[in-house]
C-alpha cells in the first residue's frame, strides 16, 4: 500500500499494523489495521442490478452511459497507473530498513493461501519466504509443483471418480512439463543475452470493482485489498 500511494496518486488506506494468526493475541487469525476510508458504497454495489437480491453481483440492465463510463473510466485509470509499476522479478514487495520497497520475497496468491487452509498441506511445502523468480517459466514450474500438492493432500471433493484422478493428474505432468521446456511463455522481442525484456507488474487476483470504494458522487475514495 505504501509503495503504491508514493508512486501513484490511486488513494489507498494507512496500514497501521499487520501480522500473523501466530502474532495475533485475539486468536481470531492473520489481521491488518489500517485507516477508515469515508464512502458512500463500493463501486460494485453502484454497477449491480438494484432489483438483484442474491450475493452475487450482476450488472444493472438499466445502468446510463453515462454513469457506467464514468466508474469504468476510474477503474481503467487505477489499472492504468498500476500498469506503470514494473519491476525485475517476480516476487512480492518487501519494505527494507531504509524505507526502500525490493521484490525480494515469494509471491503470495490466494491459491497458496487455500493451499495450506483447505488441504492441511504443510506450509514448508511453498517455496522459501525470500524465493523470487527470473522469469515467468521459473515461476511456472513452481506453480506446477503447487498444483500436484494440491491433489496430493486434498482428500475431500479433489476428484469425482478413478478417471478424474487419472485426468487431473495426467493434465499436472503435462502442465510440468511445459513449464520445464518453457513452451508456456509466448515469444517475444529479445532483450539482453537473447532473452525477452524483464518487465513484471503488480498482481493481485483479487482486484475488483467491490473493493473499490466511491462517494456519493461515484468518484472514487478509496482502494483496498
Known amino acids: 500500500m505504501r509503495y503504491i500511494a508514493e508512486n501513484t496518486t490511486i488513494p489507498v488506506p494507512k496500514i497501521y499494523h499487520h501480522g500473523t494468526a501466530a502474532e495475533n493475541p485475539t486468536g481470531l487469525g492473520p489481521f491488518i489495521i489500517m485507516e477508515y476510508i469515508e464512502h458512500e458504497m463500493t463501486m460494485s454495489e453502484a454497477l449491480t442490478d438494484p432489483l438483484n437480491t442474491d450475493e452475487e453481483h450482476i450488472l444493472d440492465p438499466n445502468i446510463s452511459e453515462q454513469k457506467l463510463e464514468l466508474l469504468y473510466g476510474q477503474m481503467a485509470n487505477i489499472l492504468l497507473q498500476l500498469s506503470t509499476l514494473t519491476f525485475s522479478r517476480i516476487g512480492s514487495l518487501v519494505e527494507q530498513k531504509d524505507g526502500q520497497f525490493s521484490v525480494s520475497g515469494r509471491p503470495l496468491t490466494q491459491n497458496m493461501n487455500s493451499l495450506v487452509q483447505l488441504t492441511d498441506m504443510p506450509p514448508t511445502l511453498l517455496p522459501s519466504p525470500t524465493q523470487t523468480y527470473a522469469n515467468p517459466d521459473e515461476w511456472y514450474s513452481a506453480l506446477a509443483d503447487m498444483h ?62 467491490s473493493n473499490v470504494l466511491i462517494d456519493k458522487d461515484l468518484r472514487v475514495v478509496g482502494v483496498i485489498d
Open 148 to 209: 500436484m500438492a494440491q491433489l496430493v493432500f486434498q482428500h475431500n471433493n479433489a476428484v469425482k471418480d478413478e478417471d478424474d484422478a487419472r485426468d487431473k493428474y495426467v493434465a499436472r505432468q503435462l502442465f510440468r512439463q511445459l513449464a520445464s521446456d518453457g513452451r508456456l511463455t509466448s515469444e517475444a522481442e529479445p532483450g539482453e543475452n537473447g532473452k525477452s525484456p524483464s518487465r513484471y507488474l503488480i498482481y493481485s487476483s483479487d482486484f475488483r470493482p
